[in-house]
């Protein structure tokens, strides 16, 4: 049976990680497409060539998303603090140019009230030529200055005070 798989073999800590081939790029390209048009249609704002995995979670509910360009977000990541009523953003996720963001990534908003806070959003900053490896939470309301490299199953926590 030949199967057409994109998955690699998992390696030794059992992680699946999507094959580089050219026709995968080609569809997360197409895919951040597709996702760049309906961010902008809910309030958003988001440069160009986004590239976006398969099975990334959009909270535009309750987030506002500023995203500039060449942008590449992995597979199964959580985009969204959540928090807020219905239809009320709460949180600005924002990510500079030239930024990877790994597979599995999560935006964090459980030691934050966001109901609590005041009228104003609560901002997370991904600076420009940010790499962020897999499996990685930020809190929300975390600033990454540009140019940091975060290891993989790394929790990103804001200064608390």
Not at 11 to 34: F, I, Q, T, V
Not at 68 to 75: E, K, L
Not at 109 to 119: E, F, G, K, M, Q
Request: proline share 1%; charged share 20%; hydrophobic share 35%.
């Amino acid at each position: 049976m030949n199967a057409r798989n994109d998955w690699n073999d998992t390696d030794r800590m059992g992680a699946l990680y999507e094959s580089l081939d050219a026709s995968a790029s080609a569809r997360n390209l197409e895919r951040g497409e597709a996702i760049r048009a309906w961010l902008h249609q809910n309030g958003s704002r988001c440069g160009s060539r986004l590239s976006v995995g398969v099975g990334v979670i959009w909270s535009v509910q309750h987030t506002r998303f500023e995203i500039g360009d060449d942008v590449t977000i992995g597979s199964y990541s959580v985009m969204g603090g959540g928090g807020g009523k219905e239809g009320e953003s709460r949180s600005l996720l924002r990510v500079g140019s030239r930024t990877a963001i790994g597979h599995f990534f999560s935006l964090d908003s459980i030691a934050y009230d966001l109901n609590a806070t005041p009228a104003e959003l609560v901002a997370t900053h991904i600076g420009a030529e940010v790499t962020i490896g897999p499996r990685v939470t930020v809190e929300v309301g975390t600033t990454i200055v540009n140019g940091v490299n975060i290891s993989g199953g790394s929790l990103v926590r804001r200064e608390h005070g």
